[in-house]
């Protein structure tokens, strides 16, 4: 399976993005059954999980991100999507989405940058 990430740019503080993740390679029974995630690594820091859905349609999110991030998917396009409001400089980062257990390789991911 190969994870391709989009929707990335450059923002303004306060602005909103929505990032996209496409499980290419995949088929339909492949990756409805996965719990995914949306997962972060900011320069110098370790990559951390932001969000995150089940195969039900269960959402969760890091403290940081609460009330602010969304995160939902489409099966039938084999796609993940994370909606950003409110952005922050401190949401700087590159975004990947991977399986919960992170079992699938990592893609490029999609580069956000938050600056005035």
């Known amino acids: 399976v190969q994870l391709q990430a989009s929707g990335g740019g450059l923002v303004q503080p306060g602005g909103s993005l929505r990032l996209s993740c496409r499980a290419s390679?995949?088929?339909?029974?492949?990756?409805?059954?996965?719990?995914m995630g949306w997962y972060r690594q900011a320069p110098g820091k370790q990559r951390e999980l932001v969000a995150q859905?089940?195969?039900?349609?269960?959402?969760n999110y890091g403290d940081s991100v609460k009330d602010r991030f969304s995160i939902s998917r489409d099966n039938s396009k084999k796609t993940v999507y994370l909606r950003m409001n409110a952005l922050k400089p401190e949401d700087t980062a590159v975004y990947y989405c991977?399986?919960?257990?992170?079992?699938?390789?990592w893609g490029q991911g999609t580069q956000v940058t938050v600056s005035s």
């Open positions: 859905i089940t195969s039900e349609g269960v959402t």
């Open positions: 390679r995949s088929i339909f029974s492949v990756f409805a059954p996965k719990d």
């Open positions: 991977n399986t919960l257990d992170r079992s699938w390789s």
